[in-house]
Protein backbone atom coordinates (compact mmCIF):
# COMPACT_ATOMS: atom_id res chain seq x y z
CA UNK A 1 0.00 0.00 0.00
CA UNK A 2 1.41 3.55 -0.86
CA UNK A 3 3.25 5.08 1.94
CA UNK A 4 0.75 8.21 3.38
CA UNK A 5 1.59 11.98 3.96
CA UNK A 6 2.98 12.84 6.99
CA UNK A 7 1.57 16.60 7.99
CA UNK A 8 5.13 18.79 9.08
CA UNK A 9 3.88 22.38 8.74
CA UNK A 10 0.68 23.26 8.19
CA UNK A 11 0.88 26.82 6.47
CA UNK A 12 -2.78 27.68 5.66
CA UNK A 13 -6.12 26.21 4.82
CA UNK A 14 -5.22 25.04 1.42
CA UNK A 15 -1.08 24.55 1.79
CA UNK A 16 0.45 22.19 4.03
CA UNK A 17 4.44 21.07 4.25
CA UNK A 18 4.47 17.06 4.41
CA UNK A 19 6.91 14.41 4.36
CA UNK A 20 6.94 11.56 1.78
CA UNK A 21 9.00 8.39 1.76
CA UNK A 22 11.58 10.50 3.17
CA UNK A 23 11.01 13.91 0.74
CA UNK A 24 9.47 17.12 1.84
CA UNK A 25 6.58 18.06 -0.35
CA UNK A 26 4.64 21.23 -0.20
CA UNK A 27 0.65 20.12 -0.91
CA UNK A 28 -1.57 22.54 -2.28
CA UNK A 29 -5.57 21.50 -2.52
CA UNK A 30 -8.59 23.51 -0.50
CA UNK A 31 -9.30 22.69 2.41
CA UNK A 32 -6.13 19.96 3.00
CA UNK A 33 -4.63 22.33 6.16
CA UNK A 34 -8.17 23.15 7.95
CA UNK A 35 -7.92 21.75 11.65
CA UNK A 36 -4.20 20.15 10.27
CA UNK A 37 -1.61 19.40 12.74
CA UNK A 38 1.65 18.33 12.98
CA UNK A 39 1.61 14.22 11.90
CA UNK A 40 -1.55 14.02 10.77
CA UNK A 41 -1.75 11.42 8.07
CA UNK A 42 -3.10 12.40 4.58
CA UNK A 43 -3.70 9.59 2.67
CA UNK A 44 -1.27 8.91 -0.89
CA UNK A 45 -4.33 8.75 -3.46
CA UNK A 46 -5.44 12.16 -2.12
CA UNK A 47 -5.66 14.33 -5.68
CA UNK A 48 -3.75 17.18 -4.96
CA UNK A 49 -3.68 20.50 -7.07
CA UNK A 50 -0.04 20.72 -7.13
CA UNK A 51 2.81 19.11 -5.01
CA UNK A 52 6.37 20.68 -5.79
CA UNK A 53 9.37 19.28 -4.26
CA UNK A 54 12.55 21.65 -3.82
CA UNK A 55 15.36 19.26 -4.41
CA UNK A 56 18.01 21.23 -4.57
CA UNK A 57 19.88 20.85 -1.24
CA UNK A 58 21.18 24.39 -0.74
CA UNK A 59 17.64 25.88 -2.31
CA UNK A 60 15.65 23.58 -0.02
CA UNK A 61 18.04 25.03 3.03
CA UNK A 62 17.01 28.55 1.66
CA UNK A 63 13.19 27.82 1.91
CA UNK A 64 13.60 26.07 5.38
CA UNK A 65 14.75 29.15 6.75
CA UNK A 66 12.51 31.71 5.08
CA UNK A 67 9.60 28.86 6.93
CA UNK A 68 11.19 29.36 9.68
CA UNK A 69 11.25 33.65 10.01
CA UNK A 70 8.27 33.90 8.99
CA UNK A 71 4.26 33.87 9.59
CA UNK A 72 2.79 30.50 8.11
CA UNK A 73 0.26 32.78 6.22
CA UNK A 74 2.74 34.43 4.49
CA UNK A 75 4.30 31.41 3.19
CA UNK A 76 1.26 29.49 2.56
CA UNK A 77 -0.88 32.43 0.39
CA UNK A 78 2.95 32.77 -1.69
CA UNK A 79 2.71 29.21 -2.52
CA UNK A 80 -1.14 29.95 -3.52
CA UNK A 81 0.23 32.60 -5.34
CA UNK A 82 3.24 30.47 -6.85
CA UNK A 83 0.46 27.85 -8.15
CA UNK A 84 -1.62 30.48 -9.68
CA UNK A 85 0.94 31.49 -11.82
CA UNK A 86 2.60 28.57 -13.00
CA UNK A 87 -1.39 27.69 -13.68
CA UNK A 88 -2.06 31.06 -15.98
CA UNK A 89 1.47 30.82 -17.41
CA UNK A 90 1.21 26.83 -18.06
CA UNK A 91 5.25 27.20 -17.02
CA UNK A 92 6.43 24.79 -14.36
CA UNK A 93 7.48 26.55 -11.06
CA UNK A 94 11.52 26.77 -11.04
CA UNK A 95 13.23 26.11 -7.68
CA UNK A 96 15.10 28.95 -7.83
CA UNK A 97 12.33 31.27 -8.65
CA UNK A 98 10.17 29.30 -5.73
CA UNK A 99 12.45 30.56 -3.01
CA UNK A 100 13.24 33.61 -4.58
CA UNK A 101 9.71 34.96 -4.76
CA UNK A 102 8.86 33.55 -1.60
CA UNK A 103 11.68 35.63 -0.23
CA UNK A 104 10.73 38.69 -1.77
CA UNK A 105 7.51 38.79 -1.28
CA UNK A 106 8.77 37.79 2.71
CA UNK A 107 10.63 41.11 2.51
CA UNK A 108 8.29 43.21 1.03
CA UNK A 109 5.50 42.22 3.63
CA UNK A 110 8.62 43.09 6.74
CA UNK A 111 9.27 46.70 4.91
CA UNK A 112 5.79 47.93 4.65
CA UNK A 113 4.79 46.61 8.27
CA UNK A 114 7.75 48.88 9.22
CA UNK A 115 6.66 51.70 7.41
CA UNK A 116 9.48 51.55 4.88
CA UNK A 117 8.14 53.28 1.50
CA UNK A 118 8.18 51.13 -1.55
CA UNK A 119 8.45 52.94 -4.95
CA UNK A 120 9.17 51.07 -8.40
CA UNK A 121 10.76 53.85 -10.25
CA UNK A 122 10.73 51.26 -13.87
CA UNK A 123 6.74 50.68 -13.35
CA UNK A 124 5.87 52.47 -16.77
CA UNK A 125 8.60 50.73 -18.65
CA UNK A 126 7.04 47.31 -16.66
CA UNK A 127 3.40 48.38 -17.92
CA UNK A 128 4.63 48.60 -21.22
CA UNK A 129 6.70 45.50 -21.48
CA UNK A 130 5.37 43.42 -19.26
CA UNK A 131 1.36 43.89 -19.50
CA UNK A 132 0.36 40.25 -19.00
CA UNK A 133 2.75 39.38 -15.78
CA UNK A 134 1.90 42.79 -14.48
CA UNK A 135 -1.59 41.59 -14.57
CA UNK A 136 -0.56 38.32 -12.79
CA UNK A 137 0.99 40.53 -10.28
CA UNK A 138 -1.64 42.64 -9.23
CA UNK A 139 -4.01 39.59 -8.80
CA UNK A 140 -0.80 38.35 -6.47
CA UNK A 141 -1.15 41.32 -4.77
CA UNK A 142 -4.72 41.04 -3.88
CA UNK A 143 -4.30 37.01 -2.56
CA UNK A 144 -1.72 39.14 -0.22
CA UNK A 145 -3.93 41.55 1.05
CA UNK A 146 -6.64 39.37 1.64
CA UNK A 147 -4.72 36.57 3.56
CA UNK A 148 -2.56 39.57 5.77
CA UNK A 149 -4.88 41.91 6.13
CA UNK A 150 -2.36 44.54 4.75
CA UNK A 151 -2.13 46.99 1.91
CA UNK A 152 0.17 46.90 -0.62
CA UNK A 153 1.25 49.73 -3.03
CA UNK A 154 0.60 48.96 -6.55
CA UNK A 155 4.34 49.27 -7.07
CA UNK A 156 4.88 46.49 -5.42
CA UNK A 157 3.10 44.47 -8.50
CA UNK A 158 5.77 45.82 -10.70
CA UNK A 159 8.37 43.76 -9.16
CA UNK A 160 6.58 40.70 -9.15
CA UNK A 161 5.60 40.81 -12.70
CA UNK A 162 9.34 40.77 -13.34
CA UNK A 163 9.69 37.83 -10.98
CA UNK A 164 6.95 36.19 -13.07
CA UNK A 165 8.62 37.50 -16.60
CA UNK A 166 11.92 35.86 -15.58
CA UNK A 167 9.86 32.37 -14.87
CA UNK A 168 8.25 32.39 -18.04
CA UNK A 169 11.21 33.29 -20.34
CA UNK A 170 14.12 31.38 -17.91
CA UNK A 171 16.09 34.67 -18.03
CA UNK A 172 17.62 35.80 -14.79
CA UNK A 173 15.95 38.12 -13.34
CA UNK A 174 18.27 40.90 -13.82
CA UNK A 175 17.71 40.93 -17.32
CA UNK A 176 14.28 42.23 -16.59
CA UNK A 177 15.84 45.16 -14.66
CA UNK A 178 18.14 45.80 -16.90
CA UNK A 179 15.90 45.91 -20.12
CA UNK A 180 13.73 48.10 -17.91
CA UNK A 181 16.40 50.63 -16.82
CA UNK A 182 17.75 50.94 -20.18
CA UNK A 183 14.75 51.49 -21.62
CA UNK A 184 14.11 54.55 -19.11
CA UNK A 185 17.21 55.87 -19.47
CA UNK A 186 16.83 55.87 -23.20
CA UNK A 187 14.25 58.10 -22.75
CA UNK A 188 15.55 60.19 -20.67
CA UNK A 189 18.29 61.09 -22.85
CA UNK A 190 15.78 62.14 -25.45
CA UNK A 191 13.87 64.04 -23.31
CA UNK A 192 16.64 65.98 -22.08
CA UNK A 193 18.27 66.69 -25.56
CA UNK A 194 15.05 67.67 -27.18
CA UNK A 195 13.41 69.72 -23.89
CA UNK A 196 10.41 67.56 -24.13
CA UNK A 197 8.17 64.68 -22.04
CA UNK A 198 7.07 62.17 -23.71
CA UNK A 199 3.68 60.42 -23.46
CA UNK A 200 4.35 56.77 -21.55
CA UNK A 201 0.93 55.60 -22.10
CA UNK A 202 1.39 56.45 -25.86
CA UNK A 203 1.83 53.64 -28.76
CA UNK A 204 4.19 55.10 -29.76
CA UNK A 205 6.33 54.85 -26.96
CA UNK A 206 5.00 51.42 -25.89
CA UNK A 207 6.48 50.66 -29.82
CA UNK A 208 9.92 52.13 -28.27
CA UNK A 209 9.90 50.89 -25.31
CA UNK A 210 9.60 47.39 -27.17
CA UNK A 211 12.43 47.61 -29.39
CA UNK A 212 14.76 48.54 -27.04
CA UNK A 213 13.93 45.30 -25.12
CA UNK A 214 14.40 43.14 -28.28
CA UNK A 215 17.63 45.22 -28.82
CA UNK A 216 18.72 44.70 -25.93
CA UNK A 217 18.24 40.73 -26.62
CA UNK A 218 19.72 41.01 -29.63
CA UNK A 219 23.23 42.55 -28.30
CA UNK A 220 23.30 40.56 -25.44
CA UNK A 221 23.13 37.20 -27.98
CA UNK A 222 25.09 38.97 -30.45
CA UNK A 223 22.68 38.20 -33.29
CA UNK A 224 23.05 40.65 -35.77
CA UNK A 225 20.39 42.48 -37.69
CA UNK A 226 20.29 43.69 -41.38
CA UNK A 227 19.19 47.30 -42.08
CA UNK A 228 19.23 48.16 -45.76
CA UNK A 229 18.23 51.37 -45.29
CA UNK A 230 21.23 52.77 -42.88
CA UNK A 231 22.24 55.17 -45.38
CA UNK A 232 19.33 57.10 -46.07
CA UNK A 233 18.58 56.67 -42.82
CA UNK A 234 21.63 58.50 -41.42
CA UNK A 235 21.28 61.29 -44.25
CA UNK A 236 17.12 62.23 -43.64
CA UNK A 237 17.32 62.39 -39.88
CA UNK A 238 20.90 63.47 -38.83
CA UNK A 239 19.64 64.70 -35.82
CA UNK A 240 17.79 61.89 -34.59
CA UNK A 241 20.53 59.73 -35.87
CA UNK A 242 22.73 61.68 -33.53
CA UNK A 243 20.58 60.91 -30.27
CA UNK A 244 20.51 57.38 -31.59
CA UNK A 245 24.18 57.28 -30.99
CA UNK A 246 23.67 59.05 -27.60
CA UNK A 247 21.54 56.41 -26.69
CA UNK A 248 23.43 53.58 -28.17
CA UNK A 249 26.25 54.96 -25.98
CA UNK A 250 24.61 54.57 -23.12
CA UNK A 251 23.61 51.02 -24.01
CA UNK A 252 27.08 49.83 -24.71
CA UNK A 253 28.41 50.66 -21.28
CA UNK A 254 25.34 49.30 -20.07
CA UNK A 255 25.97 46.32 -21.71
CA UNK A 256 29.56 45.91 -22.14
CA UNK A 257 29.11 44.97 -26.07
CA UNK A 258 29.04 47.59 -29.11
CA UNK A 259 25.56 48.53 -30.88
CA UNK A 260 25.62 47.76 -34.08
CA UNK A 261 25.31 50.99 -36.74
CA UNK A 262 22.55 49.02 -38.20
CA UNK A 263 20.43 49.37 -34.28
CA UNK A 264 21.32 52.75 -34.52
CA UNK A 265 19.46 52.82 -37.91
CA UNK A 266 16.29 51.35 -36.43
CA UNK A 267 16.21 53.78 -33.13
CA UNK A 268 17.03 57.02 -35.00
CA UNK A 269 13.42 55.77 -36.76
CA UNK A 270 11.60 55.34 -33.51
CA UNK A 271 12.95 58.26 -32.00
CA UNK A 272 12.10 59.86 -35.15
CA UNK A 273 8.74 58.91 -34.61
CA UNK A 274 8.66 60.00 -30.92
CA UNK A 275 9.16 63.53 -32.30
CA UNK A 276 6.58 63.66 -34.90
CA UNK A 277 3.89 62.38 -32.13
CA UNK A 278 4.70 65.49 -30.05
CA UNK A 279 4.84 67.61 -33.18
CA UNK A 280 1.08 66.62 -34.46
Not at 23 to 33: Q, S, Y
Not at 39 to 59: L, Y
Not at 167 to 182: E, G, P, Q
Request: glycine share 4%; with cysteine.
Amino acid sequence: MPAEYAVIKPFNNNVVLAKHQGTEKILIKKGIGFSAKPGDRIPADTDFERVFVIENPETSQRFKQIVAENDARLVGVCEEILHMISSATGEPLDEELHVRLTDHIAFTVFRLQNNDQIENPFMIEIETLYPQELALAKEAIKMLEKALNLQIPEDEAGFIALHIHSLKTRDKLSNSVKYAYICNSALEIIEDELGIAVDRKSLDYARFASHIRYAVERIIKGNPIKNELLPAIKKTYKDSYRLAKLVGKMMEEELYAEVPQEELGYLTLHIERLKNALDN
